[in-house]
């Protein structure tokens, strides 16, 4: 995998899922641009070609515009930024909902959006992944975490979607489907035995974004215990 002089976005690239793409795209030698909210999140990134965006909200149109609008040629944006919540549906409010909607939905929507705007300025195509959820592909999967569930489900839609809208372009969109990945974040609000958790490690060589990925389109890739 060569991404030598490609720039990439990575939202989410501050958690532990992103730091690992991060890190593997920066070895491959991209040029990483990574928003983030609070100051503590660029502790202990990687290092290298590492440009660090202050963006308050990905779910705010016009910081969206902003971040994508002073951005160099871009060849891909990889969107992992999103929202959990472990809530039964009697448990889960109308603004736990409309919040998980925004940290994965909207923020989703509106950087692809944006991403599709830089990458037509450069007139070269590019890459975009989406990082939906496996309860989003089997949607029995997600009981007690439907709003999170209905959530991912839209980015799945949406990365298929706009796999056929842009494939003329020579712009790939695809997305992938982990499942719950064992962070601190996620624990905090739930206990699930230890098998059941997927360590968030490197991506392999032929990810969807990746230049050898050059025919793929709307493709949704589960990713979980037992898949390679």
């Known amino acids: 995998m060569d991404f030598r002089d490609r720039h990439v976005v990575v939202t989410g690239g501050t958690g532990a899922l992103g730091r690992a793409v991060v890190g593997a795209l920066l070895a491959a030698g991209a040029h990483c641009h990574v928003p983030y909210r609070q100051e503590r999140e660029k502790e202990g990134l990687p290092s ?10 990905l779910a705010d149109e016009a910081a969206v515009a902003k971040l994508y609008g002073g951005l160099p040629a871009l060849w891909a944006s990889i969107h992992i930024a999103g929202g959990f919540a472990f809530a039964p549906l009697t ?10 909607i925004d940290d994965n939905l909207v923020s989703c929507f509106l950087c692809c959006r944006e991403a599709v705007a830089a990458m037509r300025r ?3 195509g590019g890459r975009i992944v989406n990082v939906a959820a496996r309860q989003a592909l089997e949607p029995r999967t997600g009981a007690n975490i ?10 799945a839609a ?4 706009l796999g ?15 499942s719950i990945m064992d962070t601190p974040t996620n624990r905090r609000p739930i206990s699930m035995p230890g098998p059941r958790w997927r360590k968030p490690r490197r991506p392999g060589p032929r ?7 050059r025919a793929r389109r709307g493709r949704l890739s589960p990713r979980g215990r037992g898949d390679r």
């Open 122 to 124: 450069g007139k070269a």
């Open 158 to 161: 949406l990365s298929a979607a």
């Open 146 to 155: 439907s709003a999170s569930t209905a959530a991912k489900a839209g980015v």
């Open 91 to 100: 448990d889960t409010s109308g603004e736990l909902l409309r919040r998980l």
């Open 48 to 57: 290298g070609a590492l440009s660090l965006i202050p963006v308050p909200s």
């Open 164 to 178: 056929e809208e842009l494939a003329g372009e020579g712009i790939l969109v695809n997305a992938v489907a982990p």
């Open 207 to 213: 990810r969807p974004g990746s230049p050898c990925s």
